[in-house]
T-cell receptor
Framework: DQQVKQNSPSLSVQEGRISILNCDYTNSMFDYFLWYKKYPAEGPTFLISISSIKDKNEDGRFTVFLNKSAKHLSLHIVPSQPGDSAVYFCAAHSAGNMLTFGGGTRLMVKP | NAGVTQTPKFQVLKTGQSMTLQCAQDMNHEYMSWYRQDPGMGLRLIHYSVGAGITDQGEVPNGYNVSRSTTEDFPLRLLSAAPSQTSVYFC???????????FGNGTRLTVT
């Protein structure tokens, strides 16, 4: 049973608009969450993270929100750019334990 | 500074063959790991190492072996390839197991 789920396999948005990527988890022991971005033929690269003691973390155009009661996190990209088109993976772990990844969401930003 | 280097980029094997996927990092990271990526399933941990001489199993270790004789290198061995091992394999490293991972560019393996 997947402990981290990204229920939308793909998302298409217009350049300049907001992209919202969602992620749900089931393990209440998870206390650290990360987003990775992956371009074709490359490895994933770390994008942004959030600790369970926070509910928001911002880095430029990227903001991650964490709702612990709902076991839900989301990644907001504002404004979206064509170069943001990639597969986004959310991941979670508890201290000292292995990282668990979601299945990924393919974002397409149209010019 | 090359980061995490994986070789080969592509490989085709016949069922039953063995091979080693190479992974090297030049960041002096203690933690290294191997993942496989399959459609819709994200990345699943195969094996990991918290330092030279120390390895442990991840979520999907069956059919794979690892060793960590140096800090820099973490090869993944397929003992007897099966079609179910057709996948894209990523090696990753980090300062420690709680730090963000640095990934290589992957090895696409096909087993026929």
């Amino acid at each position: 049973d997947q402990q981290v789920k990204q229920n939308s396999p793909s998302l298409s948005v217009q350049e300049g608009r907001i992209s919202i990527l969602n992620c749900d988890y089931t393990n209440s022991m998870f206390d650290y969450f990360l987003w990775y971005k992956k371009y074709p033929a490359e490895g994933p690269t770390f994008l942004i993270s959030i600790s369970s003691i926070k509910d928001k973390n911002e880095d430029g155009r990227f903001t991650v929100f964490l709702n612990k009661s709902a076991k839900h996190l989301s990644l907001h990209i504002v404004p979206s750019q064509p170069g943001d088109s990639a597969v986004y993976f959310c991941a979670a772990h508890s201290a000292g334990n292995m990282l668990t990844f979601g299945g990924g969401t393919r974002l397409m930003v149209k010019p | 500074n090359a980061g995490v280097t994986q070789t080969p980029k592509f490989q085709v094997l016949k069922t039953g063959q063995s091979m080693t996927l190479q992974c090297a990092q030049d960041m002096n990271h203690e933690y290294m790991s191997w993942y496989r990526q399959d459609p819709g399933m994200g990345l699943r941990l195969i094996h990991y190492s918290v330092g030279a001489g120390i390895t442990d199993q991840g979520e999907v270790p069956n059919g794979y072996n690892v060793s960590r004789s140096t800090t820099e290198d973490f090869p993944l061995r397929l003992l007897s390839a099966a079609p179910s091992q057709t996948s894209v394999y990523f090696c990753a490293s980090s300062y420690d197991r709680n730090s963000p991972l640095h990934f290589g560019n992957g090895t696409r393996l096909t087993v026929t």
